[in-house]
Nanobody, 126 residues
């Protein structure tokens, strides 16, 4: 299973970016996809996650109201729409997928995920 994360870049504070996570070559066979970020010197943080076969989602308090996670089954892609970006959102963003169906409370836990994509860098300038 290969995950491809894309959409990062440099943006000014207050701007928007949309990250995409696609599973290569097949329809998402995973039960859940999460977006994590890690800035230098900081711990990895789950910013949002979604269970693909029901509408359950998780959004971290630090991004609630600004980030939205969604799944487009037709395009086989999970998106992270990031609005009102702040300099503290600067990090490498990774998507991850699970091969089992985690309970909702486990969605932000990295241990719930089996596959990880490469990071895409998001840099927000002040």
């Amino acid at each position: 299973v290969q995950l491809q994360a894309s959409g990062g870049g440099l943006v000014q504070a207050g701007g928007s970016l949309r990250l995409s996570c696609a599973q290569s070559g097949r329809t998402f066979g995973s039960y859940a996809v999460g977006w994590f970020r890690q800035a230098p010197g900081k711990e990895r943080e789950c910013v949002a996650a979604i269970r693909l076969r029901d509408p359950s989602t998780y959004v971290a308090d630090s991004v609630k109201g600004r980030f939205t996670i969604s799944y487009d089954k037709d395009k086989n892609t999970v998106y992270l729409q990031m609005n009102s970006l702040k300099p503290e959102d600067t990090a490498a963003y990774y998507c991850a997928a699970s091969k089992s169906r985690p309970i909702v409370s486990m969605l932000p836990n990295p241990d719930a995920y089996d596959y990880w994509g490469q990071g895409t860098q998001v840099t927000v300038s002040s």
